[in-house]
């Protein structure tokens, strides 16, 4: 029987998902039981799976079943009764259905007489994915077998339980936000707060500066309560702090427990929540009750698996207000040539979406798509052509982009990220040098807006993401994040296997491309 190395997806790289669990998983499937680790050798298929290598036989006529099984076992979120299996689940404190507080309605006394039907059932499942590709051609086609067979993954919806593991007057919950700024940190932290309030819980922290804030002793934790986190969304920022490095895990999680917190939400991106679910591994190792919530916060995007992660709308609309700028300066210039740089490490999301909607670019470069500036296909080039063509023209380019034409810096931040030469700075050097030698006049501009779009405060249709739930249900080592338009809880690892990028096969990027009108540059 042949055997076809392909596609598709498995880790299980978290300890405590190897952890007996009182709870059954999917249901439709378990009436079949495949060994666990089947799909241990599976190879990556398609792009932009969350794969890791393995291998599959095709011609076995229950490889979708197993492929199935193995992603429910991939995708059981940890609980903590794997660690702490005689935990009694208690009636849920959580009423949206609230009167004046008089006597026993008050939330914490657990004694709500009404029938409350806004639960989620454990067993609710949201779609991973929608399109039914139906060839490996199709734009954007993530298959995982040569067919393109139409396999349902579901991942588990997120919201209130109607029963709960945490006793609200036994919590102490802290909030640490974590990496750089992102626009929506202080309406996180606002919307938490005051879930964890109606739940009944009073001892709610922030801690300081990020994952510092745990080991640096001048730092005191803040004490934090609906009135003082009324109106901190109005402003940009953190109200906390951030900051990069810090303590080590099992510093993090002795000051966890020297402080009595046994429920930790985590705001950050790729590098916060590799901490988080190493905080949560370390607390099972330790069996301590503790739940670990992540909240992912980037402007990048490039969290896996969710549409957009928040603050990513809020940057993309200011981005556009930068590239408005650079349009506005380079046609009214003679031979105007504007280069806006946006952020993005690793990812060209904000520079492809914000190109897209603005419609005044000719130019955008992301980290995905390779280039070269010089040469007879190069970016410079094409500006010649432009400034022929039209006058003037746009380069949006995200600062991950190009890399390979610059020096290594050789650096890293003090959370281990590679510090990147400024392609930017380069590409507008470049640019005049290049108009310079051919005796062509041209006006170079160059915008970086990037501090200035992090830092502002979240515009409306970034959605809050709530995460109480999810600690309040038992989870632990888990993240929230809109899937398909509907919350959903995901296991830590399976969200940073590595950056989400943009698919330059996608849909998305060849829309992009239709805007700008832009050549391949290689
Ligand atoms: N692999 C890791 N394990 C544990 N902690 C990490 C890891 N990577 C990063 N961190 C910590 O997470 C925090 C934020 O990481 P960073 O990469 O700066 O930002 P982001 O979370 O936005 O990607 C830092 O305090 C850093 O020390
Ligand atoms: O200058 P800083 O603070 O290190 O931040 C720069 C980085 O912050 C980001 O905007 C977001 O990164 P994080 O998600 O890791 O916070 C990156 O695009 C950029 O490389
Ligand atoms: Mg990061």
């Not at 929506?184 to 964890?196: E, M, W, Y």
């Not at 501090?451 to 109480?468: E, H, P, Q, W």
Request: net charge neutral.
């Amino acid at each position: 029987m042949a055997s076809i190395s392909h596609a598709f997806t498995t880790t299980n790289n978290n300890p405590s998902l190897n952890l007996p669990h009182n709870r059954s998983s999917l249901l439709r499937l378990s009436s079949h039981s495949f060994p666990r680790r089947f799909f241990n050798n599976v190879r990556i298929f398609a792009q932009h799976t969350n794969s890791t290598s393995t291998s599959i036989d095709f011609n076995d006529p229950d490889w979708k079943i197993k492929f199935q099984q193995d992603f429910e076992s991939r995708f059981r979120l940890p609980h903590i009764t794997d660690i702490f299996p005689d935990t009694p689940p208690i009636p849920s404190t959580f009423c949206l259905k609230m009167r004046t507080p008089i006597g026993k309605d008050i939330p914490g006394h657990y004694s709500l007489d009404e029938e409350w039907h806004g639960y989620i059932n454990n067993n609710d499942r949201v779609l991973l994915k929608t399109i039914n590709y139906s060839s490996p051609k199709s734009a954007g086609a993530e298959c995982i077998d040569p067919n393109c067979t139409w396999v349902e993954q579901w991942v588990h919806r997120a919201g209130p339980r109607e029963k709960i593991y945490y006793k609200p007057e036994e919590v102490k919950a802290a909030i640490v936000t974590c990496g750089g700024l992102c626009p929506g940190l202080n309406d996180v932290i606002r919307q938490i707060v005051i879930t964890l309030e109606i739940y009944g819980v009073k001892k709610i922290v922030g801690i300081p500066f990020g994952y510092r804030g745990f080991s640096d002793k001048e730092l005191t934790e803040v004490p934090l309560s609906r009135k003082v986190v009324q109106n901190i969304h109005l402003s940009g920022g953190s109200l906390l702090g951030v900051s990069r490095g810090g303590p080590s895990v099992s510093d993090i999680v002795d000051s966890l427990e020297e402080r009595g917190i046994n429920m930790l939400f985590v705001l950050g991106g790729n590098g916060t929540h590799a901490g988080a679910n190493a905080i949560h591994n370390e607390c099972c190792k330790r069996r301590l009750k503790v739940s670990v919530i992540g909240v992912p916060k980037t402007i990048d995007n490039d969290i896996l698996l969710m549409d957009k992660t928040f603050g990513f709308d809020t940057a993309v609309e200011e981005a556009q207000r930068a590239i408005n700028s650079a349009y506005i300066e380079a046609h009214s210039a003679y031979h105007g040539i504007g280069v806006v740089k946006l952020m993005g490490r690793s990812s060209g999301f904000i520079a492809m979406q914000a190109s897209l909607s603005s419609g005044q670019v000719d130019v955008c470069l992301i980290p995905e798509v390779p280039f070269n500036l010089h040469g007879p296909h190069g970016v410079l080039r094409h500006l010649q052509y432009l400034l022929e063509m039209k006058g003037s023209a746009v380069v949006c380019v995200a600062e991950g982009a190009g890399q390979n034409l610059l020096q290594n810096t050789n650096a890293k931040d003090a959370s281990g990220n590679i510090v990147f030469g400024d392609i930017g700075v380069y590409i507008q050097q470049e640019t005049k040098k290049y108009f310079k030698e051919i005796g062509v006049h041209a006006d170079v501009k160059y915008i970086d807006p990037t501090y200035m779009i992090r830092a502002c405060r979240a515009n409306a249709s970034d959605g809050i993401l709530c995460t109480v739930h999810g600690a309040f249900a038992g989870y632990s080592g888990i993240s929230v994040g809109l899937c398909n338009t509907h919350y959903a809880y995901f296991p830590i690892p399976e969200v940073i296997l590595h950056p989400r990028l943009v698919d330059p096969n996608s849909r998305m990027w060849h829309r992009c491309l239709t805007s700008t009108g832009q050549p391949d540059f290689i």
